[in-house]
């Protein structure tokens, strides 16, 4: 099964908290993006038909429906087994959400990340847990059964009892899948960088401590088991047959083709980067100058380990794997931070807590 992302990094606002290469950008700028993406769809020789679509970003929703429609109709494979588009509270409306699925989008994610108005608004997010509940209505009566609600366990101010809530709207509005991310804390975002230099800017010395943050990861795999959303992935939980079809590609090596800036692609040999910035995009397409920047033949010896763990259901070791990572899997199985279950490695609920420092040293 092959896939294609296609990334939007234009967003309303840009939030404290995210390392992406996305932002607000000018309008000028939009729509010659638009222009050279839509070139890059129509020159790539398409090996295959793609059966999954992931539009990311940024804010994609943010798109106007007769500029996704002529963007998608750039995408052979229509009808797409999964279609999936990124979304901000605040922009489905019952004409957007009636032209997404008539352009083949079949599933959103919501990029909610709490429901709490004080969380929210430290963070730059303009919505409320009202809107998501208005919009999650909304997705439905057009067809769209299937959505994410995107939530950061550490944001400011946030407490094990406000997370709680956020939970409890997610059991309320019966969302089939959730991805919920710890806090990451690097110089790829204004809160990452008030936080490594001590400062007090966008809530920073209001960030919940590592053991709080760790508790409500782990309240979160609770309390969605009960809901009955299974964690298939580190980060993501689904109710059964709800699994993000097209993520899975990721964890499981299949090929994706990625498109626009700062998108990554994989054949099953080598992968692929585009320019980081919309700018950068935008000025190799009006050159006529390759927007692929990096090619590197992948290590699939590597790389199947480190993907693969992230699947709660484990990775076969091979032979290769065995020898060439024997000392470090042994101290992982001594630490109990990974385990074998019939002929696969996984990783433990203590293995899953402490995965950086697993992958880390899976690395050369």
């Given at each position: 099964?092959?896939?294609?992302?296609?990334?939007?990094?234009?967003?309303?606002?840009?939030?404290?908290?995210?390392?992406?290469?996305?932002?607000?950008?000018?309008?000028?700028?939009?729509?010659?993006?638009?222009?050279?993406?839509?070139?890059?769809?129509?020159?790539?020789?398409?090996?295959?038909?793609?059966?999954?679509?992931?539009?990311?970003?940024?804010?994609?929703?943010?798109?106007?429906?007769?500029?996704?429609?002529?963007?998608?109709?750039?995408?052979?494979?229509?009808?797409?087994?999964?279609?999936?588009?990124?979304?901000?509270?605040?922009?489905?409306?019952?004409?957007?959400?009636?032209?997404?699925?008539?352009?083949?989008?079949?599933?959103?994610?919501?990029?909610?990340?709490?429901?709490?108005?004080?969380?929210?608004?430290?963070?730059?997010?303009?919505?409320?847990?009202?809107?998501?509940?208005?919009?999650?209505s909304v997705l439905r009566a057009a067809g769209i059964q299937n959505f994410n609600i995107d939530l950061i366990a550490g944001l400011p101010h946030q407490t094990l009892d406000s997370f709680t809530r956020s939970l409890d709207w997610v059991e309320r509005l019966e969302a089939p899948h959730v991805s919920?991310?710890?806090?990451?804390?690097?110089?790829?975002?204004?809160?990452?960088?008030?936080?490594?230099?001590?400062?007090?800017?966008?809530?920073?010395?209001?960030?919940?401590?590592?053991?709080?943050?760790?508790?409500?990861?782990?309240?979160?795999?609770?309390?969605?088991?009960?809901?009955?959303?299974?964690?298939?992935?580190?980060?993501?939980?689904?109710?059964?047959?709800?699994?993000?079809?097209?993520?899975?590609?990721?964890?499981r090596l299949e090929p994706y083709a990625g498109f626009g800036a700062d998108a990554h692609s994989f054949d099953g040999r080598e992968r692929r980067q585009n320019v980081e910035s919309a700018a950068e995009y935008v000025a190799a397409w009006e050159k006529g100058a390759p927007v692929t920047i990096h090619?590197?033949?992948?290590?699939?010896?590597?790389?199947?380990?480190?993907?693969?763990?992230?699947?709660?259901?484990?990775?076969?070791?091979?032979?290769?794997?065995?020898?060439?990572?024997?000392?470090?899997?042994?101290?992982?199985?001594?630490?109990?931070?990974?385990?074998?279950?019939?002929?696969?490695?996984?990783?433990?609920?203590?293995?899953?807590?402490?995965?950086?420092?697993?992958?880390?040293?899976?690395?050369?």
């Amino acid at each position: 099964m092959a896939g294609v992302y296609v990334s939007y990094p234009f967003c309303a606002q840009k939030c404290s908290y995210c390392n992406f290469a996305s932002g607000v950008f000018t309008a000028q700028l939009e729509a010659r993006y638009l222009q050279a993406l839509a070139q890059e769809l129509r020159q790539f020789s398409w090996p295959w038909k793609p059966e999954t679509i992931y539009l990311g970003g940024g804010t994609p929703s943010r798109m106007e429906p007769a500029e996704l429609r002529q963007l998608l109709a750039c995408i052979p494979g229509y009808p797409w087994q999964e279609a999936t588009l990124e979304a901000a509270p605040g922009d489905v409306t019952p004409a957007r959400a009636e032209a997404w699925v008539q352009s083949g989008i079949n599933r959103i994610s919501l990029g909610v990340q709490s429901f709490e108005a004080r969380e929210l608004s430290q963070t730059g997010r303009r919505h409320s847990a009202q809107t998501v509940q208005t919009e999650v209505s909304v997705l439905r009566a057009a067809g769209i059964q299937n959505f994410n609600i995107d939530l950061i366990a550490g944001l400011p101010h946030q407490t094990l009892d406000s997370f709680t809530r956020s939970l409890d709207w997610v059991e309320r509005l019966e969302a089939p899948h959730v991805s919920v991310y710890m806090l990451e804390v690097d110089e790829e975002s204004r809160l990452g960088r008030e936080l490594i230099q001590q400062g007090m800017r966008y809530g920073a010395s209001a960030v919940p401590d590592e053991a709080a943050i760790v508790a409500m990861y782990e309240l979160a795999v609770e309390r969605l088991a009960d809901m009955g959303l299974r964690r298939y992935e580190i980060s993501n939980f689904a109710r059964p047959g709800f699994e993000s079809k097209h993520n899975l590609k990721y964890w499981r090596l299949e090929p994706y083709a990625g498109f626009g800036a700062d998108a990554h692609s994989f054949d099953g040999r080598e992968r692929r980067q585009n320019v980081e910035s919309a700018a950068e995009y935008v000025a190799a397409w009006e050159k006529g100058a390759p927007v692929t920047i990096h090619r590197v033949a992948a290590d699939l010896v590597q790389e199947r380990l480190l993907v693969g763990l992230r699947l709660s259901s484990g990775v076969p070791l091979q032979p290769a794997e065995r020898e060439r990572y024997a000392a470090p899997l042994a101290r992982f199985l001594e630490q109990g931070f990974v385990e074998e279950r019939d002929g696969l490695l996984c990783l433990t609920n203590l293995g899953v807590l402490y995965s950086n420092e697993v992958f880390q040293e899976l690395l050369p």
